[in-house]
């Protein structure tokens, strides 16, 4: 399925951050959106900026318009400010990615679990993001540290627990 | 050695002192005089040494003298050198520490070092020859070649003398002429404090003034430019002058801005008027003032700044919604727009066209697209 572009994308002036403070606001907003569905549907995890700036998210070629770095850092900002993006490090050249939110995550699987009826058994994580039970689910493929937090999150509204295993981690779900 | 001769060390008129340099031993060719270290100054007339300890024993030689030099190196233990070569000493030399010498090279040893330098600058005196048309009057003047050097106006030096001259005189006069504005300076400073003093003094109204008085100061300080100082910063303050010249503006300037389209750059008003006016033209800041005067005067023009810092005049029923609502159509006719192509649209001038483009974009009416084409405005479809 090929990713569907909105307007805004074809419109050269999405990419120079607007001074008008109105007309900036609602330029992040549709640029965070663009990047997290654009992620979601590429199945992005983790991005580099440098990498970022040729993507085709944010550089449309056909009419030659692409973001500056420092665009793309407030865009970034907006989105860690949203709880979307965590940085991996200092510099800020590398950023998790959560198109959906740990809490979100945590609330897709225990729906699966409960659905299926398999509250109080032991999953490994491995079994949970590659096994064959999950292949059509949403979270199949999901990478393991959003894993880990996703059922992190379930855990504080005590509805998972996570355990080690002999050497890996597993969960169990109340 | 022998073509020094005893000098007092003082310099004449016209010698001036290039270098000097301490710690320097004078050798007769090969051997160690009987000087000892001492001062070795370079003048653009002379070469001079003065013992250390005795400062009354000076030595000077004419830069004339001089052939050539070179330079030797330093050694271990030794120091570096500058060997002089010397043309024979002129029969009627004066008296000097040698009689005679068999060579006809001196050597100074620099101990303390210093000797590259000084021998640029000797190279460079010796290129410039200055001793030869800078004429030095000698106070012990017995010889008759002391005659000789007085230049006369001969030759290429002469002219050059005379062009040196020339120049030394007008510097004179320009900063004799200059010293009298730089004291007339210092005089108005002290009037301008003087009168500040006073006016702050009425503003308190401290002082032993009376109110009658207080009015006819007031009315000296305005005529002489110095506004109400208490109320100097409301609008409907200003000279005289000032109001007059608003009205007269506003008579002006009515039909051209209507022709422009109700707005015009301040600059433009300000080459109108001045043009108009042939003579008595006005300052920037004068027109300024009046134009701040115009909505005191209830004229029918208004002195506008924008966000960036530019200033129009434009006519009080000139409508800022309905040009940002032309422009907006303007621009979603044309898809984008940059200034350039709407002044050109409007026949407005481009400064004018991208101040109002930025107006219609700070509305909220467009939005910008800053490329490496350039700064283009699109209809705002955020």
Known sequence: MSFEWPWQYNFPPFFTLQPNVNTRQKQLTAWCSLALSYCRHQKLYTLDVMEAQESPVFNNKKIQRKLSTDTIQVIFEELRKKGNLEWIDKNKTRCLIMWRRPEEWGKIIYQWVSKNGMTNSVFTLYELSNGDDTENEEFHGLEDWMLLRSLQALQLERKAEIITLDDSKGVKFF | ?382
């Open chain 2, 1 to 382: 050695m022998d073509r020094f001769v005893w000098s007092s060390g003082l310099l004449e008129i016209n010698e001036t002192l290039v270098i000097q340099q301490r710690g320097v031993r004078l050798y007769d060719g090969e051997e160690k005089g009987k000087m000892d270290v001492g001062i070795l100054l370079l003048s653009t007339h002379r070469l001079l040494w003065r013992d250390h300890k005795n400062h009354d024993c000076c030595i000077a030689m004419p830069l004339s003298q001089i052939v050539l030099f070179e330079e030797q190196a330093g050694g271990i233990g030794k120091s570096a050198k500058i060997v002089v070569h010397l043309h024979p000493a002129p029969s009627n030399k004066e008296p000097g520490p040698y009689q005679t010498s068999k060579y006809s090279y001196i050597k100074l040893s620099f101990k303390e070092h210093g000797q590259i330098e000084f021998s640029r600058r000797l190279s460079e005196e010796m290129t410039q020859r200055r001793w030869e048309h800078m004429p030095v009057s000698q106070p012990i003047n017995t010889s008759t070649t002391s005659q000789a050097g007085r230049t006369r106006a001969v030759g290429i030096v002469g002219i050059e003398r005379k062009l040196e001259e020339k120049r030394k005189e007008m510097d004179k006069n320009i900063s004799e002429a200059f010293e009298d504005l730089s004291k007339l300076m210092e005089k108005a400073k002290e009037m301008v404090e003087l009168s500040r003093s006073i006016a702050s003094k009425i503003k308190d109204k401290q002082g032993d003034i009376t109110e009658d008085e207080t009015i006819r100061f007031k009315s000296y300080l305005l005529s002489m430019g110095i506004a109400n100082p208490v109320t100097r910063e409301t609008h409907g303050s200003g000279t005289h002058y000032h109001m007059q010249l608003a009205k007269q503006l506003g008579e002006i300037l009515l039909a051209p801005l209507e022709e422009q389209g109700g707005m015009m750059a301040l600059t433009e008003v300000y080459c109108l008027v001045n043009r108009a006016r042939g003579m008595e033209l006005l300052s920037p800041e004068d027109l300024v003032n009046a134009c701040k005067m115009f909505e005191a005067l209830k004229l029918p023009l208004r002195l506008r700044i924008f966000d960036s810092g530019v200033m129009v005049i434009q006519l009080q029923s000139h409508s800022e919604e309905e040009m940002i609502a032309s422009a907006l159509d303007n621009v979603s006719e044309k898809g984008s727009l940059t200034s350039e192509e709407f002044a050109k649209l409007l026949g407005l001038s481009v400064l004018l066209s991208k101040e109002r483009l930025l107006l219609a974009e700070k509305m909220g009416h467009l939005c910008r697209d800053d490329s490496v084409e350039g700064l283009r405005f699109y209809p705002n479809l955020f």
